[in-house]
């Protein structure tokens, strides 16, 4: 179903969003005044190309992480510029707790999900529009329209996925496509519009989320871990290409973490065991599973430093060393691991 466009979307307070974006005309149109507002800011000396995100700029660092500031900075005039973000899948799980971290640091944070942005934009403070990001034309608007708004788009989370779960012979093309179009095609939309913008306007980050599953051979979610294997690709090949640019790419890879995700494997397509049983699976395979709220943490920690990949939990880490350490053992060492968790 295609998601209505942002003329349709409504703002958390209850506005409705006019339609300046409707055509490609006056989206180019809006990209280039946020632009010519940001290369004012510039010119007046707000150039932060060199300085990492969540920096105050009146003169000391913040801390990186649990400042409860950093998402705003001085200009020279000593006036405060709040950073904008965007968070899609920002209505739940990992979205949900960066977009509430990021507001409580004073951003300007708009939540882009499928389903539930408006309340979950009412409970955190911040700016909610409906868009499926398997919809190319509704992630432009949505970009364009925010960074139109604010005249800065300094973050891009490009966060929303979906679970598919099931042995690779179980898998319809459905599936396979279901994961390609949210997982992959919702990242690769997002930063073909973003990208650009940032690149003119000379910074902003773009933070990918695949998963430990995009940097390991994780069975029994081939389609899943085919497209976060992917993500982690795009993110670092970008990452190489967008340093240039004053612009920075991170690519986050969690292990189990505990949202709703584990309990929604396979949304809208044909059920298998393996989906059925997804938490139990993660429990079994990693201990415990890891709170959202401590990712999050985490993940801005990570933007902070501007961190190629942000790997956590700690158990993830070693995880991802012993793959690298030995993909062919690694891959052995998966075949047993199932054998024990599905038994
Ligand atoms: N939870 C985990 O164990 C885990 C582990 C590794 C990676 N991840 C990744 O983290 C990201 C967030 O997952 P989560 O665990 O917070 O799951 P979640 O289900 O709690 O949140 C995902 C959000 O994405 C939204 N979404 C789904 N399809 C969408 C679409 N087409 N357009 C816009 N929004 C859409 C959902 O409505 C939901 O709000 C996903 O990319 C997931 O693959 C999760």
Known sequence: ?????????????????????????????????????????????????????????????????????GSSEASSEGKRVRKTAVVTGGASGIGRAVAAELARRGAHVTIADVRGAEDAAKDLGCAGVTCDVSDAQAVRELITGVAAEHGRLDFLFNNAGIAVGGRAEEFTLDHWNRAIDVNLRGVVHGVHAAYPLMIEQGYGHIVNTASLAGLTPAPMMLPYTAT?????????????????????????????????????????????EIGLHARTTAVRAQGRLYPVESLARDVLRGVAGNQALIVAPASARATWRAVRLSPALAVRAAGSALRRITR
């Open 1 to 69: 179903m295609p998601s209505p466009r942002l003329r349709d979307q409504r703002i958390s307070d209850g506005v409705v969003r006019e339609a300046r974006l409707g055509t490609a005309e006056t989206a180019a149109r809006t990209r280039g005044s946020a632009v010519r507002n940001e290369r004012a800011l510039r010119r007046s000396g707000h150039d932060e190309t060199d300085r990492p995100p969540f920096v105050a700029g009146d003169g000391h660092r913040e801390r990186a992480a649990g400042s409860g500031e």
């Open 228 to 272: 976060k294997h992917a993500v982690v690709g795009l993110s670092l090949a970008l990452r190489a290409e967008a340093a240039a640019h004053g612009v920075r790419v991170s690519v986050v890879c969690p292990g189990f973490i505990d949202t709703p995700l584990l309990d929604n494997a396979n949304p809208g397509l044909p059920q298998t």
